[in-house]
């Protein structure tokens, strides 16, 4: 046999990514080039420019140039992408983007639905389960049972011949609760005073005001009196006003449909996500509406048939309900019993899926799971999984900080995920602040000095061992470990949790000290969220400043957010002799053509909607007459609102706290910004354009005048490089100081080490969890060394020792 050494070819000499004079958002000109078939590591402060280097242009082109490549009808129902800031980008290959960003929060959509392991056991279900029902519709919840009868006309040459027909369709809904797993209890004395008429508005509903338009239809519907008190309704009245079903009516000559009061606001609130709702309507449900579980599929979503149909004496409810570990043991057990060609492929596949779900540290969770419950790094991996068994390679996988979340004793698996990515054949791009992940990198590129317009520049681009050597910021603090506290303060209180059984809780008794730093910690899924957001007393005044999505439009901004334009806008107002509506892109003093959005969004059809800069105001939302008025002197510079706009956090700071444009509610809140370390900030920029945890600090920053009551923390560390953790860990102690108690949902060990006390979960996750295996303070648990938590810290205390 001979063998022939294969030539090289020009094609093996593209083996980098090369890119050249990058500018977007804060980056500098920058140009790199990054190994293919690598894992490289990007690092910096937030703000320094990692995610517009890699996220908002390799990625961002990549996507769009594969986009092109369909047709334009297709290219309609994508999202347009505009070519990123860069003069030339080479050696791209297919970019597959795995991100935080939380699940959608349909309340249908479950682990086992967006990860398609509901689809295998319906399948399953509908092959192997006893009696059969139907095909795999019949067990799924989302699908509802229809039948239906009527005439059908069919030509028959020169007749027209009427047939009757039936149509019947099996799903697995549950028609009681229709596959919510929950029905709703209406309070009705939370929604109208019942001594009230309709006439002297009775409706404590959002948007029922006395007077509107939903009020006027009720009154005038004729059912019912609209002048005496609802209380003295007869039963058909009161029947009417609650629950009558959609009815024409002709209401001042217009022609409208009315229906009772109950069917109504089930339709326009209670059908939609609760998370969703904006604050007033959200406390409106929480006050007015009960949630119970469904009592005739008892929460499974499911109707009886799909309820009864088993395969060895469990139904599909049973084994979505059941841990992942545990559902997997099954599937391997039916697998060896079940060879025949129809089923033994899908229980291989089903198989394969469910071990991802255990490799990857997701095995805790159960597929009934809502996907809106998952954590951001949750939803990370559950997205990570659909890649573990792919085929392919030769992709760009780009990963946004994947360690979030992620306990100490987890990072090592992760990591070993990554690798195994990369050697499959393809570029792995990590953004990342963790040592334990940036030590396994092939490059390392570290971007700063500082953030925003500080930031931008290329500080070091080589291996790891020259980034630790290195005098940048990254590099002087990589190999800084964590620093026991000498000294703890003492509790002035405590809040008191008894019997906490949510989720996979065991009746967990624990007192979480007041008027101290509080860190709860433990493996991911051993219960921490649940302790905290689930069980904590409903009388206690807990402010809570999580990660999740700020509700707003893409005109909502930092400045409209905190309030911080409120004043300023009157500020100019007062300067200029004219009204604070002229100052507000929403109101008065918008640009007529763009009408404040900056952007004209241009409709071409079923092509992609161009958004292009307003020409009129040239992309600075305000009308020309109102760039005229200006607040400052000539000594320290007049400025108007655009401009205003366009400043960073330290830059509008140091412009409102100046003697010529002094505006001290807005200086304060600025330094409430800046110190949660988001002085790199735009305060006009969009908010959907924030990372989880820049939202996070944005929301901490509203509440830092605030000096009493209970302050909850979720992962503060999220997207934080390790100089900045010391810049938080000096904020939780000031707030501390200042009367507030801090507790805090952290795996990071300069948090664990810095705080006054320690709760611990575990041992494990899921049904190896909820228990407390610790409380103490840190010296406690490093000395002790009982936990794995306990482990971790002490490991990481012994190597700053030795440093």
Not at 4 to 11: C, E, G, K, L, Y
Not at 230 to 242: C, E, G, N
Not at 527 to 544: Q, Y
Not at 558 to 570: M, N, S
């Amino acid at each position: 046999m001979t063998t022939v050494t294969p030539r090289s070819a020009p094609a093996d000499a593209h083996d980098v990514i090369r890119v050249r004079g990058a500018r977007e958002n804060n980056l500098r000109g920058i140009s790199l080039d990054i190994p293919k078939r690598r894992l490289t590591v990007f690092t910096g402060v937030s703000g320094s420019g990692k995610s517009s280097l890699v996220f908002g242009t390799i990625a961002a082109e990549s996507q769009r140039m594969i986009n092109e490549t369909y047709s334009s009808f297709i290219q309609g129902f994508m999202a347009s992408l505009a070519r990123p800031d860069v003069d030339d980008l080479q050696g791209l290959t297919t970019a597959i983007i795995v991100d935080q960003e939380r699940m959608g929060a349909n309340v249908r959509s479950t682990v086992g639905t967006v990860t398609d392991a509901n689809a295998y056991l319906r399948t399953l279900f509908s092959t192997l389960a006893e009696p059969h029902v139907g095909g795999p519709g019949a067990y799924s919840f989302n699908v509802p049972s229809v039948t239906a009868a009527g005439a059908m006309t069919v030509q028959k040459g020169a007749k027209t011949i009427a047939e009757r027909t039936s149509f019947s369709r099996v799903g697995g809904m549950c028609p009681r609760c229709e596959g919510m797993g929950h029905i709703s209890d209406v309070d009705l004395a939370e929604l109208y005073d019942e001594n009230l008429s309709l006439d002297e508005g009775p409706f404590t509903i959002p948007n029922y005001a006395a007077g509107g338009w939903y009020v006027k239809i009720f009154a005038s519907s004729g059912f019912f009196p609209s002048d005496k008190p609802i209380a003295s309704f007869t039963k058909r009245q009161l029947h009417d006003f609650l629950y009558k079903e959609p009815t024409k009516v002709t209401i001042d000559g217009v022609n409208m449909t009315y229906e009772g009061l109950i069917p109504k606001i089930q339709k326009s609130i209670l059908s939609k996500d609760r998370d969703a709702l904006q604050p007033h309507v959200r406390a409106f449900v929480d006050r007015a509406v009960k949630f119970v579980t469904c009592p005739e599929c008892e929460g499974s979503r499911l109707a009886e048939h799909a309820r009864t149909s088993l395969i060895d004496g469990v139904s599909i409810a049973d084994v979505t309900a059941w841990q992942i570990t545990d559902l997997a043991i099954w599937v391997e057990e039916l697998r060896e019993r079940h060879q025949g060609p129809t089923v033994s492929p899908l229980l291989t596949n089903l198989s394969a899926l469910l071990s991802s779900f255990v490799t990857i540290g997701l095995g805790y969770l159960s597929l009934d799971r809502p996907s809106g419950t998952l954590s951001g790094g949750e939803s990370q991996r559950t997205k990570m999984i659909r890649h573990l068994g792919s085929a392919l390679t030769d992709v760009t996988y780009v990963f946004d900080e994947p360690t979030i979340g992620l306990h100490p004793h987890d990072i090592a698996t992760m990591n070993q995920l990554l690798l195994a990515l990369r050697d499959k054949g393809n570029t792995v791009l990590v953004v990342e602040h963790k040592p334990e992940t940036i030590a396994i990198a092939d490059h390392a590129v570290d971007l700063g000095p500082r953030a925003g317009s500080h930031g931008g520049e290329l500080q070091y681009e080589g291996d790891v061992a020259g980034l630790r050597a290195s005098d940048t910021l990254t590099g002087r603090h990589l190999d800084r470990r964590a620093t026991l506290k000498e000294q703890t303060r003492e509790r002035t209180g405590a809040l008191e949790i008894r019997g906490a059984d949510q989720h996979n809780l065991r009746d967990v008794d624990v007192d979480i000290p007041l008027g101290v730093l509080t860190v709860i910690t433990g493996v991911a899924g051993s219960g921490k969220s649940s302790l905290v957001h689930g069980s904590l007393p409903r009388d206690a005044e807990v402010t809570v400043v999580d990660q999740g999505a700020i509700r707003g439009s893409r005109r909502s901004n930092p400045a409209t957010y905190t309030g911080l334009l409120e004043p300023i806008r009157k500020a100019f107002a007062k300067a200029n002799s004219v009204k604070p509506a002229l100052f507000s892109n929403n109101s008065e003093g918008a640009c007529p053509v763009c009408k404040g959005a900056g952007v004209i969004f241009t409709e071409l059809g079923f092509m992609e909607t161009v958004s292009t800069p307003c020409e009129e105001c040239e992309g600075r939302r305000f009308q020309a007459a109102v760039l005229q008025y200006t607040l400052g002197d000539a000594h320290g510079g007049a400025r108007n609102i655009a401009d205003v706009l366009e400043m960073s956090v330290e830059q509008a700071l140091a412009f409102f706290s100046s003697p010529g444009a002094s505006v001290p509610a807005a200086a304060k809140m600025l330094g409430h910004l800046d110190e949660v370390g988001l002085g790199y900030l735009t305060i006009g920029q969009a908010l959907t354009t924030l990372s989880g945890g820049e939202r996070q600090r944005l929301k901490l920053a509203t509440h830092l005048g605030e000096r009493t009551g209970i302050l909850l923390l979720d992962e503060p560390t999220t997207g934080l490089h390790l100089a900045d953790v010391d810049a938080l860990l000096a904020l939780l102690d000031r707030l501390v100081e200042s009367g507030r108690s801090v507790i805090v949902i952290e795996h990071h060990q300069a948090v664990m080490a810095h705080a006054d006390w320690i709760i611990d979960l575990g041992p494990g996750a899921g049904t190896e969890g909820g228990r407390i295996v610790f409380e103490g303070t840190p010296a406690q648990l490093v000395e002790s060394g009982s936990t794995v938590t306990g482990e971790h810290l002490a490991r990481a205390v012994s190597e700053a020792d030795h440093l």
